[in-house]
């Protein structure tokens, strides 16, 4: 078990030596049992890599998986496609949609499943600009795409560099659509690229399925907070949110009002290699995949915590691993992570499938 207390944003500098040590943990009895991985991309065949996984999932029982297909392979910034897919519940792919950047580069993929086979595709092109594409049939194809870069120019910040999400959007049981976002205003260089630094994080949110969005919470409490997730707990939304304190601990997040303002922060006792990491909610708490580690982006794992506060790692898989972005459906939970064996260069994208036993 680990744990963490949130506390309000001007006292976000405590960390967890000042929390006291005789917090009663809560006894979690939840256990994953893998039933299959599928290597859905493996770098070099078609591009030269494949980075940034999101998923999805949909009511009609299918997966939808997002992701950046790179030519190369270490650059944020190269001629980059993005690929979406459906997938039945087995890993096996229905359709697969391609969106060619025409030479330069989209960026940081997001999906959020909605209703009646509606399903959004959200993205930034070049870093400046912010896009959102609506599939009518279950994501098996996209609409033209619309620009939604307006909206993020109301945030408090002066930016240089947009990044949606990555991974998927959250849609609330109230209906809102709350897509994570992170800003920077980096120095230039190589032309017109842009570092990722300094960077703030926040979110965009819709009312009306994705047809208009409006400026959510924008945070700057921690170092180069940037890639943001979100899930719905209690009532509230959670977040999680990658940055750069020396901790190297994962910092959380939580919103009273749909995302439109932080009440509380947190740094948990689960490390954090400065990655991005993702969450989904299962109704009695929250999922979290990241990799477990101080110091390298290795030894992903899925961890489980009624409050947000207090979390059980259910599952670690060993070795090289990065990004990864989790669904759950029913009683099966998905993973879908970069997988690395020189703890550098993203080797695939893998899809995991587990079994949940909730006793």
């Known amino acids: 078990m680990s744990k963490g207390v949130f ?16 917090t009663e943990l809560e006894k979690i009895m939840h256990a994953l049992t893998e039933l299959f991985t599928r290597r859905l991309f493996t770098a070099g ?60 580069a989209l960026n940081n993929p997001v999906l959020c499943a909605l209703e009646n086979g509606r399903a959004l595709l959200l993205y930034c092109r070049e870093y400046e600009r912010a896009f959102v594409r609506v599939s009518e049939d279950w994501g098996a194809s996209f609409g033209e795409e619309r620009e939604i870069t307006d909206c993020l120019k109301g945030f408090p910040y002066k930016w240089n560099v947009c990044a949606l999400g990555p991974g998927h959007a ?6 809102r659509i709350v897509c994570p976002l992170w800003l920077a205003n980096g120095k230039k260089y190589d032309g017109g690229r ?21 400026r959510g919470f924008m945070f700057d409490g921690a170092k180069n907070q940037s890639e943001t997730a979100a899930c719905e707990l209690d009532g509230e939304i959670l977040f999680t949110i990658r940055q750069e304190n020396a901790e190297h601990l994962r910092l959380f997040a ?35 995949v990241n990799c477990l580690d101080g110091q390298k982006r290795q030894n992903l794992s ?11 790692t259910l599952y670690t898989l060993p070795g090289g691993a990065g990004y990864g972005d989790i669904a759950l459906v029913g009683d099966r939970l998905y993973v879908f992570s970069e997988t ?9 994208l893998e899809l995991r499938c587990f079994a949940l036993r909730r006793d």
């Not at 009440?263 to 990655?275: H, Q, R």
């Not at 899925?302 to 059980?312: A, C, H, L, R």
């Open 7 to 22: 506390v309000k944003l001007e006292d976000l500098s405590k960390t967890l030596k000042d929390i006291p040590d005789d």
């Open 45 to 104: 065949d078609g591009y030269v890599s494949y980075r940034i996984p999101g998923i999805a999932a949909q009511a009609d029982g299918t997966l939808l998986c997002c992701l950046e297909a790179r030519s190369d392979r270490f650059s944020d910034w190269g001629d980059i496609d993005i690929i979406a897919l459906r997938l039945d519940k087995e890993g096996n792919e229905l359709s697969r949609t391609v969106f060619p950047s025409g030479g330069g």
């Open 170 to 175: 959250l849609r609330t049981s109230g209906g």
């Open 194 to 214: 842009r570092e990722h630094r300094p960077s703030v994080c926040g979110c965009i949110y819709s009312d009306d399925g994705g047809e208009t969005w409006r």
């Open 254 to 288: 939580k919103s009273g009002d749909g995302g439109e303002t932080l009440s509380e922060t947190a740094f948990s006792g689960l490390p954090d290699p400065v990655c991005f990491a993702s969450l989904c909610g299962g109704g009695e708490g929250a999922y979290l």
């Open 302 to 312: 899925v961890s489980f915590s009624v409050d947000g506060e207090t979390w059980q």
């Open 340 to 348: 690395t064996y020189d703890l550098k260069s993203v080797d695939a």
